[in-house]
C-alpha cells in the first residue's frame, strides 16, 4: 500500500498538475534556461469551473481510491489540492550526460513537511527497490535508483525541485549564493516584462540554434526558424483568453512566418471539423502582425464556453450507442455475410 503512495509522491512531484509566487521560483532558475513555463495551480483550483469538476471528480472516488488518498495524506503530510501552490518548468538545450536527457527541472512551490514525507519513504521497505534518500548538495533528496529517471529535492518546507542532476545542480547552486537565475539574463529579462505572469498559465521562450535546424529540415516549418523568441499567456477565470507572440529575427521574414502560422491552424480547423463547436471556437482565432512579431490570440466568452459544453454533452447523448457482440464461442467457425 505504501509503495504506492510513494509512487504518488512521486508522480505529483513529476507533473503537478504559500509563501512563494512565481516571480520567487523564477530567481531559482538556471540562467543556462531556454524556457520556461509557469502554472498558478492556487488559481487555476479557485476557479468555478475547474473546482466544481474537481469536487465532482472527488465525489466520484470508489471506496479503494479514496482510502488510498486518504492514507497518502495522512502518512506524507500533503494534501495536493490544498497544499501545491506553484509549479515552474524549466528547460535549457543542455544534455545532462549522466542522464542522456536535457538539463530540464520542474519547481514546485507549496507546503511540504519534509520529515514526514521522508519518513514515510523509509518506512517502507519496498520503497527501497526503487529510490533511497540522500543528501545532495546538503539538500534532503528522494533519488531514484536509475538516475535517468532523475530526483527530487527539497530546498526548504515551501520549495521542492524535481529533474535531472545537471538542473538540480543549476537551482541549488543559486539556493546556496554561488550561481546565476535567469534574471540575470538580459534577454529573458525582456521578454519576462512583456508576458502576463499574472495568468494562470504563462511561459517564455529563447529559440536555440538547435531548434531553428530542426525547424529548417523540414519544408513546413523552416519559416518557423526565423522566429528568435516567444512569450504566451492563458487565463480561464470567467472567459477563455489565449495570446501568443513569436518575435521574429527581421521583418523580411514576417509574411513566411505568417504563412506557416496560417497553415498550422487551418489543418488544426480541418482536424476538428468533425467537431462543430471546437470548430466554432477555432473560427474566434486571430492571427496578425506588426513590424517584427507575429501574434495569435484567442478571446471566448464564458457564456459561448457554455454553449458549446451544453451541445457537445447533447450530441454525446444522443448518439446511437454500440451494440456489443457476443464473445465468439470455443472452435466456432466465424459467420461469414453471404454464405
Not at 68 to 93: M, R, W
Not at 130 to 152: P, Q
Not at 199 to 211: D, E
Not at 225 to 251: P, Q, R
Request: glycine share 6%.
Amino acid at each position: 500500500m505504501l509503495k504506492r503512495i510513494i509512487a504518488l509522491t512521486f508522480a505529483l512531484l513529476l507533473v503537478s498538475n504559500l509563501a512563494a509566487f512565481s516571480a520567487d521560483l523564477l530567481q531559482l532558475v538556471p540562467d543556462s534556461t531556454s524556457f520556461v513555463f509557469s502554472v498558478n495551480l492556487e488559481k487555476i483550483l479557485k476557479t468555478e469551473v475547474v473546482k466544481r469538476q474537481v469536487e465532482e471528480s472527488m465525489a466520484k472516488q470508489s471506496p479503494d481510491q479514496k482510502k488510498i488518498y486518504d492514507e497518502f495524506v495522512q502518512k506524507t503530510g500533503l494534501n495536493p489540492l490544498d497544499h501545491l501552490k506553484q509549479i515552474v518548468v524549466f528547460a535549457s538545450g543542455q544534455v545532462d550526460t549522466k542522464a542522456g536527457k536535457p538539463e530540464a527541472g520542474v519547481l514546485i512551490n507549496g507546503i511540504f513537511d519534509v520529515a514526514k514525507i521522508l519518513g514515510a519513504i523509509k518506512s517502507d521497505e519496498k520503497a527501497a527497490k526503487d529510490v533511497s534518500i540522500e543528501k545532495f548538495e546538503g539538500f534532503d533528496c528522494i533519488k531514484a535508483k536509475k538516475e535517468s529517471e532523475g530526483m527530487a529535492v527539497f530546498l526548504d518546507g515551501t520549495t521542492g525541485v524535481v529533474g535531472s542532476n545537471l538542473a538540480l545542480k543549476g537551482v541549488t547552486d543559486i539556493k546556496k549564493g554561488t550561481g546565476k537565475n535567469i534574471t540575470t539574463n538580459a534577454a529573458f529579462g525582456g521578454l519576462l516584462k512583456k508576458v502576463d505572469t499574472a495568468a494562470s498559465f504563462w511561459g517564455v521562450g529563447l529559440i536555440t540554434n538547435s531548434l531553428k535546424e530542426k525547424a529548417k529540415s523540414n519544408p513546413q516549418s523552416a519559416p518557423l526558424a526565423a522566429v528568435n523568441a516567444f512569450f504566451l499567456s492563458f487565463n480561464y477565470e470567467t472567459d477563455l483568453v489565449f495570446n501568443f507572440t513569436g518575435e521574429i529575427d527581421k521583418k523580411e521574414n514576417v509574411e513566411q512566418v505568417m504563412t506557416s502560422l496560417n497553415g498550422f491552424l487551418a489543418m488544426l480547423k480541418m482536424v476538428a471539423g468533425q467537431t462543430p463547436e471546437a470548430a466554432e471556437i477555432l473560427n474566434m482565432i486571430k492571427v496578425s502582425q506588426d513590424e517584427t512579431s507575429a501574434k495569435i490570440s484567442l478571446s471566448v466568452p464564458k457564456a459561448k464556453l457554455d454553449e458549446a459544453k451544453k451541445k457537445m454533452e447533447e450530441r454525446m447523448k444522443a448518439a446511437p450507442q454500440a451494440v456489443p457482440q457476443p464473445a465468439p464461442q470455443p472452435g466456432a467457425e466465424p459467420k461469414i455475410e453471404g454464405k
